[in-house]
């Protein structure tokens, strides 16, 4: 752009909005120890490989995600998990079936929170997610599941031990 050159505030506006529905693509790893036959994902490639704290070299399967579309899900997720904890709140202390569940979507929300960290650590910032209802993205998101609680699993999270046939 010339210095002559006026900036428009539409076109900085549409470039704005465009961007905000533009996917964020990113790569994370799903990380599988055969010794321990523990599967954990990680948001650094490691093209030399490596290994896990038992010393045993990891299997490693890269999956290429939308980060924005990941954000989306997970910000929705911490959404429903701050409902319901709301709801068993009151009756954690007198009910111990309530109880077990609190502590559940309590562990549920903690790692929303993490998976929510390590996109936000890729992206180097707050990921500001698709604008809309949940129910009108939901076509374009990559949903695999909903879970009885109404959760998303998304493609990237959905049974990674799937991608250690081996
Ligand atoms: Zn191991």
């Given at each position: 752009m010339s210095a002559s050159e006026p900036i428009s505030f539409q076109k900085y506006q549409d470039?704005?909005?465009k961007q905000e529905e533009e996917p964020i693509n990113?790569?994370?790893?799903?990380?599988?120890?055969?010794?321990?036959?523990?599967?954990?994902?990680?948001?650094?490639?490691s093209p030399a490989g490596?290994?896990?704290?038992c010393g045993t070299q990891v299997e490693e399967a890269e999956v290429g995600i939308d980060l924005r579309a990941e954000a989306t899900?997970?910000?929705h997720n911490l959404e429903v998990i701050e409902k319901l904890i709301k709801k068993n709140k009151k009756n954690r202390l007198f009910k111990l079936s309530i109880k077990h569940l609190y502590d559940a979507l309590v562990m549920l929300k903690?790692?929303?929170?993490?998976?929510?960290n390590r996109l936000e650590s890729l992206y180097n910032g707050q990921i500001p997610p698709y604008k809309g209802e949940i129910e009108d993205l939901k076509d374009k998101l990559p949903i695999k599941e909903e879970n009885k609680?109404?959760?998303f699993i998304s493609?990237?999270?959905?049974?990674?031990?799937?991608?250690?046939?081996?």
């Amino acid at each position: 752009m010339s210095a002559s050159e006026p900036i428009s505030f539409q076109k900085y506006q549409d470039k704005k909005k465009k961007q905000e529905e533009e996917p964020i693509n990113a790569v994370m790893v799903w990380l599988f120890c055969p010794s321990c036959k523990t599967i954990e994902y990680s948001e650094f490639t490691s093209p030399a490989g490596r290994a896990h704290k038992c010393g045993t070299q990891v299997e490693e399967a890269e999956v290429g995600i939308d980060l924005r579309a990941e954000a989306t899900l997970t910000l929705h997720n911490l959404e429903v998990i701050e409902k319901l904890i709301k709801k068993n709140k009151k009756n954690r202390l007198f009910k111990l079936s309530i109880k077990h569940l609190y502590d559940a979507l309590v562990m549920l929300k903690h790692s929303e929170e993490v998976y929510l960290n390590r996109l936000e650590s890729l992206y180097n910032g707050q990921i500001p997610p698709y604008k809309g209802e949940i129910e009108d993205l939901k076509d374009k998101l990559p949903i695999k599941e909903e879970n009885k609680l109404g959760l998303f699993i998304s493609e990237f999270r959905f049974e990674p031990h799937l991608r250690f046939k081996s």
